[in-house]
Each structure stands twice: as structure tokens, then as C-alpha cells.
């Protein structure tokens, strides 16, 4: 028997399980697939502090942002402290821009559309300026997922966290009120405590607790370049439009450019949201304006090749922040998903301030906007 | 424009089936990446004429239809009531269609060995294309490796063409010379002439032994050679000094385009995902046809039978011959023989060493996808996605069969959204041309 | 058309009409044109039909272009690395 059951292997239940385990707990991952193998292992490994408002996710986001400077020290996989320059078309874009990181009270340097070349000297010309933000990184979100569990399975004794794969979680197990267990393909296992951090099907496993979450698949598609051999873009550059965006609720398609290198040599251009269900099939429009935005932000992209697509479903709640505490419907279960586009960036603080639940301790953050019975009945459907 | 039927791919299935379509009075476009019609089997020199019987096919077909070539297919997409194929030729190109009908051929399916990505190591098909396509031999002394009846037209032709071959090394024990599977096709003549060219120059043909390393600072100088038991486990070895060789292993279907299109697939007899069809070479998917190796490698004569099948499929052309399906039957049987014949054992895994690289384009080493394994990585997508096995430039194209061995998997269905390398200063712009 | 020369480096290779890059480099036994961009490691034909994409070389300045599918053209500019 484990203290806590974790269902996912995602980055958010790697972070998790992790921190759990430094905390002193027995914990077992159990996950249908591999490691990493849901929308961590479709994300472009956002650490990021610049898009998002004041307010919890903020909040969330910068102590995340230095958690994973702290793992990112174990080593083992990739992160890049590369910093973020959000950039706008418009002198009234830029205006908002500044005023928004203003308000963020976060590091960062208000840089004139003169100045940009200095940053970026492939930038197109005639761009009104941006805002730089030196707290934004990059992390390779599969490989830090596994590494994460591997290091707290290293680190805090042996036979402490268990990794299992291909092990479907049915049902749940109770006693009285009280949830102790997960029913899967496997047989049961019990635990103390049960985290849902099944990320986008994080829905599907609450419901089989008879509980409620709504949480939905939001379709991202990136188009990645062939490696370059020279990096051409050395922060992750995104237009403002990206910022609204993610804070709209549309169903629609929406797309803004996203920007950036990576240490292997691909660009990776993003971003589009849609609201299709769980559907794979590639929509060739989405990838011709992703083309189309990135080639406008940077010029010289036109001649670079895109050479993979790929895309993934966010997990995404109607307010667009995170689930992350004990459920009072079903005691002894907590989620920690619904993270939509933020899960690889938000994962350590999420999984820090999960830990400091279970194990008993006050939360270093209020948890209270993250509640898992915060929805109203309409959003609950 | 809106074609009754886009034909993508111009070997013997897409030419057979677009030939057959048009004549029946469809409006059809083909479309192929190369410079001439062919394919693999049919390729030929510039200026060259290919075999007789597809010369006539292709010279009937531009009569018919619009045949655009140099036109590499990227996506196919569905709307309502058609499809377009999108292209990349000169410039971005689509083509709209209410059928479409998928022959895109297969490509060599190599192993990894220490020492394959040496310059002059090819694939069996690559050093065949060399020679067919561009009147090059692949080296001056070749030794021909792998498993399969391909190896023999590959090394005959070598040889005919004044390489030394210094050997070919059959991996699989099954069958000799004498029996080997291109006489039950009543093709003991081809077999024969093989045959002929090779012992006439005395090469050796050794079965149960295997090119498990190439030796080389920065081109191949050497290979080893071994004998292997029937699993291909190693039971001894000896060095072979050659400048050239040409390996593999069988081959792999280009299924990517059928499975955008959101085709359901199966495995063929060795495992392989090949395109699921029915009796009239329809697909899962309506207005979605395939043809030719897409749905199970079998030769260009069963390419071309099931071109011709689909092609009357399509253009409703009530019931199919007898004669043909009978055809396809037969040839079908064969290829799920030959397979039989040729299985590819495990024991080429024991040839690797933990920094033999398993993807040639990221440079990824078996020790890495071990790694990845002892992470948590327990199929081949999550392998790649820890260690970046098939996310190069070729998608998984050349790793992607001995990756699923290594995971202990079939070979998946590849996802590949771009099929081709497309600049993506032509993806953002509308395409400039419509068929 | 009569065979012509192409250039390598700087170095001329004959080529024939309708050969691709690729052949006529190999043909003049230049088989290997790029390194690879972790270990160095030498690289030039492989599978020989665009699958593969080891071959890719530089042609008149446009880089990664597959030598196996580029046809030559007189006057063509190869650049190896």
C-alpha cells in the first residue's frame, strides 16, 4: 500500500509524485500508456511568467518558474533559460503590453521597436517594440517528466515511488465516504490518497469517482523545422495576440505566431487553439497560418522547412486555471490537472503545493482558486 | 477544377489504375514526385526507355490524363464531397478530386549495424535506383546484404553492369539458388538469368550469413561478415574488404497519406501496418482507394493487377474480371509466402552495440533508447519522445521498423501530418497554381 | 545534350543529363558531402530515393537540398561541408 496514488505520468503527475516523495510518502504512478506519453509529450515546454495576468496562475507561474530552476539542476534533460520577448505590431498594442507587465510586477524590460534587432536580428522590420521578460524558459517536458520520477525514486529511496505503465485505472476504491484506492486493469491498489493528474482525461477519471470536472480538449498543433545549424531565433518570441488568445473562450480557431529554437535545431511554431473533441485529423489551413504568422514575424523562415507537424488537446477548464486540491465530494481524492497550455511551466508548483497538502502542511499558496468544486452547475453541464 | 480521381504516386499500381480509370471515361490526374514515371520497379535512366509493357502503359495514360511529375504530396485533405491533394513542386500546388486513389509505393526497409551510416553503405533499393535510374554502380568491388529476393536482381544487375560483386549474403537459411521463390512464380527464366549473371562472374551466394558491421574512417572500406544460426545470432565472423554495399531487409509501405486521411489499417503477414482495402481495393474511408505495395508488398505484377482493379472499381465498372481477381489472389498468396520465406529474426539485435546509432538522422545510439526504456519509455512514440528517435528529418522513415523491434512493438501506423519537407514560405502562401 | 560539368567546391565534376547531384558526385567517387551536426559524422547516399534525406547537400546556396532527387544542371554550384 502507498500514502498517495498518482494516476498520470505526465509532467504534472511526475512533479507530483516527486514532491510527494520528497515529503516522505510512499507513492506509486500508475499511467494507461508510457511516461509522458499524453499532451506533455505535445508540448512545446512552456516555462512561462510573461502571458499571464495577475492573480493566482501569476502567482503559481513564478514559483513554478524557480522550481524548475532547482530540478533543472539535477540534470538530465534539457532547460533553457532563454527568456521570452513578446513583441507588438501596433504602438497601441504595445502600450497594452506594457501596461500589462506593469501590473505583473514580474523581471522584465519594456524594449522599443528599435531595439528589438538587439534581441532578435531576425525580427521582420517595423514592429512597434515588445516587452522582454528574463524569467521565461524552456524546458524538454517528456524527458523532464521521466526524470522527474526517476529522480525521486533515486533520491528518496528505493521501492519509495513506483512507476507503473500500461496500468488503466477502472474505478475507485472507498471506504465509507472515503476514497482509498484505484481500481485498474491490473487489480486494485490501495493508498492513503488518490491525485488525479490525468491532464486533459482528467474529466474522465474524476467521473469515475462520481464527480464532476470540466475539463475539455483544447487542439494545439505545432509545425516544427528542420534543424538548423545556426540558431536563428535565440528567445521564445510570441506576438500579443498570443496573450488574448489564451484567456479567450472561443470554440472557433484561433491562431497567433509563437516562436522559437531549440537546443536540438528545430524552430517550433505554434500556436493554435481549437475546440474539436479529440480529433487528430490535420487541418491544413491551421498549418498554413502558423506558417504564414511566423514567416511575418520572421522573414527569414521563409526559406526554412517545415519538416513535422504534430498536435495535442490542452487540458482546458471554462476559467482557464488549473484544479488543484482535495475534492470535498470524494475525500481522499485531489486533482492536480486542467493546467490547459501552462502544465509543463506550472507542474513543479502544482506538484509542490499538492505535496504540502497530503503531507499535512499549510500550502505555501492559497489554493482556494483552484478548487475542484468551484464551477458553477452551467459549466458543470 | 474538381477531377473524378487524383492518383497519387506513378509506379505500376498509380499507372495501371489511372490508365484503366481514364479509359473507362473518368477525368483523372496523377501526381509524383519524380522526374518520370516508374516508381521503384519501373525506374529508368534519362532518355532511357522503361520495360516495354509500362512504356505503353505511361505513353496511354499522358493521352488521357494530366500527369503532373516533380510533384511531391505533402497532405491530402477531405471536405464535403472532395478531396485535394496538396503538392509542392516548383511552387505550392493543390489538386482537387472526388476520388483518390493511393499508390505511393514502399521504400527499403534497412537494420541497423555498427557502421551503416558510412558513406558508401546504401540501401539495396538505393543502389538499385543508382544503377537503374542513373547508370551508376554503387562502388567498384559491392557486397549485396540482407534478406529477401530483391538481393538477387540487385546484385545481378551489379555485376552486369561490370561491379565486382563480392558476395551476397542471404540471412535467412530457408531456401537456395535453385529453390528460390521467383521459380514457383513460373519466373525460373528470371530466376535462371539471375542466376547466370551471378555465377558466370563467380560470385558467391551464401545464405545464413549477414553484414553485422562496416568498417571505414570516413567511407566504407570493409565489412564483417557473419554466419548466423537461425535466429541470426552470431557463430563466427570474417572481414570482407569492399568500397560499396548494399543492404536490406525487405521493404515498407508508405501508408503516411492513407493514414491522414484517417484509413484503418492492418498488419500484414511480417507485422507490417499496410492500408486495409476490400475486394475492390476500397478503402475504410469513401472515395479513398489504394493500390499497389500501400496495401501489402507483393511485386510490381500485384501492384499493377490491383491498379487495374481499382481502376475499374472506380469507374463503376460493374463486376471485376474474374481473371483479375483471380490474379491478385494468386499473387497475394505469393507475397504472404515470400514473407513466410524471409522472416527478419531477432537476433540482428545482438549485432548492435550501445553507441550503434538506431537514428541516423538524430544521431540517437542504443544506449540512449535504453535509457529511454529504463524511464518509463515502453513503446516506440515515447521513446521518441525521450530520446528523439524518428523526429529527424526522414520521420521515422529509416529507424522506425528496427525502433518497434527494439520496443517490443509492431510497427505502428505512421503519423506524419507533412508527408514532405515543405519551405514554410510555401505553406503560408495560397497555392499558386490548381490542377 | 552533352555531358557538362557541375561544381564541387570549387572543383568541376562531369555530369550527365538528367543525373541527379547526387549520382554525378558519387559517380566521381565524392560519396560523402555533409557531416552531421552532433558527431561529425560523414554522410552522402543512402536509401537514394528522397526517403531517407542523409544526402542533403548545398546547391547554389540553397541549403539541404537531397542530392538523390535534385537533377544537375550545368553551372551548378555544390558546396560540401
Known sequence: ???????????????????????????????????????????????????????????????????????????????????????????????????????????????????????????????????????????????????????????????????RTGVTVTGFLRSGERVNGVRTSHGDILGGAVVNAAGTWGGEVAA?????????????????????????????????????????????????????????????????????????????????????????????????????????????????????????????????????????????????????????????????????????????? | MIHDLAVIGGGPAGVAGALTAALAGLRVVLLDGGPRLGGQYFRHAHGAEPEPRFARQSHALRQRAEVLLKHQVWAVSREDDAFTVHAHGTARAEVRARRVLIATGAHDRPLPFPGWDLPGVLTAGGAQALLKGERVPAGRRIAVAGTGPFLLPVAAGLARAGAEVAGVFEASGGLGLARHPVMALGKAGEAAGYAWALAARRVPYRRNHAVIAAHGEHELRAVTVARLDRDWNVLGTEELECDALAVGYGFVPQIELAVQLGCLTRQDADGTPVVDVDARQRTSVPGVWAAGEPTGVGGWELSETEGRIAGLALAGAGEVPGLLLRRRARLRAFAAALQGAYPVRPGWQSWLTPDTLICRCEEVPLARVREAQELGATDARSIKLLARPGMGWCQGRMCGYALACLAGEPQQPPRRPIAQPISLGALAEPPQKEH | MERFDISVDGRAVPAEPGQTIGAALHAAGVRSWRSTRFGGRPRGLFCGIGVCFDCLVEVNGRPAERACQLEARPGDEVSTS
Not at chain 1, 230 to 251: C, F, G, M, Q, W
Open chain 1, 1 to 163: 500500500m502507498s500514502d498517495v496514488i498518482v494516476i498520470g505520468a505526465g509532467v504534472v503527475g511526475a512533479a507530483c509524485a516527486y514532491y510527494a516523495a520528497r515529503a516522505g510518502l510512499d507513492v506509486t504512478v500508475v499511467d494507461r500508456g508510457p511516461v509522458a506519453s499524453g499532451t506533455t509529450g505535445s508540448g512545446e515546454g512552456n516555462v512561462l511568467v510573461s502571458d499571464k495576468e495577475p492573480g493566482p496562475e501569476l502567482d503559481l507561474a513564478l514559483l513554478s518558474n524557480r522550481l524548475w530552476r532547482e530540478l533543472a539542476e539535477h540534470g538530465g534533460f534539457e532547460f533553457e533559460a532563454k527568456g521570452g520577448l513578446v513583441v507588438a505590431e501596433t504602438a497601441g498594442v504595445l502600450r497594452q503590453l506594457t501596461e500589462l507587465a506593469a501590473k505583473q510586477g514580474v523581471e522584465h524590460t519594456a524594449v522599443p521597436g528599435e531595439a528589438l534587432g538587439g534581441y532578435e536580428p531576425h525580427l521582420a522590420p517595423g514592429l512597434a517594440g515588445g516587452v522582454h521578460y528574463p524569467q521565461d524558459a524552456q524546458v524538454q517536458p517528456m524527458l523532464a517528466a521521466a526524470r522527474l520520477i526517476k529522480l525521486g525514486a533515486d533520491s528518496y529511496g528505493h521501492g519509495t515511488l513506483h512507476l
Open chain 1, 208 to 381: 469515475l469517482a462520481g464527480v464532476h470536472l470540466p475539463v475539455l480538449p483544447r487542439r494545439g498543433f505545432i509545425l516544427v523545422t528542420e534543424p538548423l545549424r545556426e540558431p536563428l531565433i535565440r528567445h521564445k518570441v510570441y506576438t500579443a495576440a498570443y496573450v488574448t488568445n489564451v484567456a479567450s473562450d472561443a470554440e472557433g480557431l484561433e491562431t497567433s505566431a509563437v516562436v522559437e529554437g531549440t537546443p536540438a535545431g528545430p524552430v517550433l511554431i505554434g500556436a493554435s487553439r481549437e475546440r474539436v473533441g479529440f480529433d487528430r485529423t490535420t487541418s491544413v489551413p491551421v498549418l498554413s497560418r502558423l506558417a504564414a504568422q511566423a514567416v511575418e514575424l520572421f522573414p527569414a523562415l521563409r526559406e526554412v522547412r517545415a519538416i513535422r507537424a504534430y498536435c495535442g488537446f490542452r487540458p482546458y477548464c471554462p476559467d482557464h486555471l488549473p484544479v488543484i486540491g482535495e475534492d470535498p465530494r470524494a475525500p481522499g481524492l485531489y486533482h492536480a490537472c486542467g493546467h490547459e497550455g501552462a502544465g509543463i511551466g506550472l507542474a513543479p508548483a502544482t506538484g509542490y503545493l499538492l505535496a504540502q497538502l497530503l503531507a499535512g502542511q499549510r500550502p505555501g499558496l492559497d489554493l482556494h482558486p483552484f478548487r475542484p468544486d468551484r464551477f458553477t452547475r452551467e459549466e458543470n453541464g
